[in-house]
């Protein structure tokens, strides 16, 4: 199947998948807010970092799940995995140059959310961008193909 160019409303592809994208990332920016202000003094930065991490990447995935079909109503493998690597792209970039130039973090303060070695998990999130879509068309796609078994 051809990938599409625009929805049916008429904006291009790309432009939704890119406000959508951008509602991902004000969410991420509401839970690292979240984090620092009510979650790292009740319970530490350790565990701050990954009920975050672990709560905004199931949030994610739900918000995935919503609004894949919406983007990509065929469910095209090919768009799935073209809308997760922009997603992982944009999701990433965003991370390194939003933390770097505007929260100011170093760069190795930056990787070192991806060390999973010390118990950091961050990698989950661009993971969830990444295969997200092609995960959600999958699942959508072995729901419809399952048969309804009904009982009387």
Do not use: Q
């Amino acid at each position: 199947m051809a990938s599409r160019s625009k929805t049916s409303g008429g904006i291009p592809f790309w432009a939704l998948a890119f406000l959508v994208w951008l509602g991902f990332a004000m969410v991420a920016v509401g839970g690292g807010i979240f984090r620092v202000i009510w979650l790292d003094p009740r319970i530490g930065t350790y565990a701050a970092n990954l009920v975050e991490t672990l709560g905004l990447t199931a949030f994610l995935g739900g918000i995935i799940w919503v609004t894949v079909p919406w983007l990509v109503p065929a469910l095209g493998k090919r768009e799935l995995m073209r809308l997760g690597v922009c997603w992982f792209c944009l999701t990433v970039a965003f991370e390194f140059l939003f933390g770097h130039f505007v929260d100011g973090a170093s760069w190795s303060a930056l990787l070192s959310n991806y060390d999973v070695r010390a118990g950091r998990l961050w990698v989950l999130v661009p993971l969830m961008m990444g295969f997200g879509p092609s995960l959600a068309g999958w699942t959508r796609r072995r729901v419809a193909e399952t048969p309804i078994l009904v009982s009387h």
